[in-house]
């Protein structure tokens, strides 16, 4: 199943299903409050240093990076609306990963 996966694809299934791990961590990351250990190990890592270093390595930055960025992205977000409460369009946040 490997060899016909990696011939299929041009990747070890391995590697696709760690980075399908960490690519659905960041709903956890983003929506939860969840501690970071926890989002590893509820994906299958068994050390939360091992999740943090594959998930810097995938996306370019740490989990604990991306929850600040977001947190400080909402919070200038919602200053910004209570400036202009007469705007009624809304920005949304988005993320752009590498």
Do not use: W
């Not at 199943?1 to 990696?6: D, I, V």
């Not at 509820?42 to 050390?47: A, C, D, P, R, S």
């Amino acid at each position: 199943m490997h060899k016909l996966f990696r011939s299929t694809f041009n990747q070890p299934l391995g590697f696709y299903i760690r980075t399908y791990k960490l690519a659905e961590s960041i709903d956890d990351l983003l929506n939860t409050k969840l501690k970071i250990l926890d989002i590893a190990l509820g994906y299958g890592f068994e050390y939360e240093q091992s999740y943090i270093r594959a998930f810097k390595r995938e996306f370019g930055i740490t989990p604990c990076e991306l929850r600040r960025s977001v947190y400080c992205d909402k919070t200038h977000q919602s200053l910004h609306n209570l400036d202009n409460e007469d705007d009624k369009n809304t920005t949304s946040v988005s993320l752009s990963y590498s």
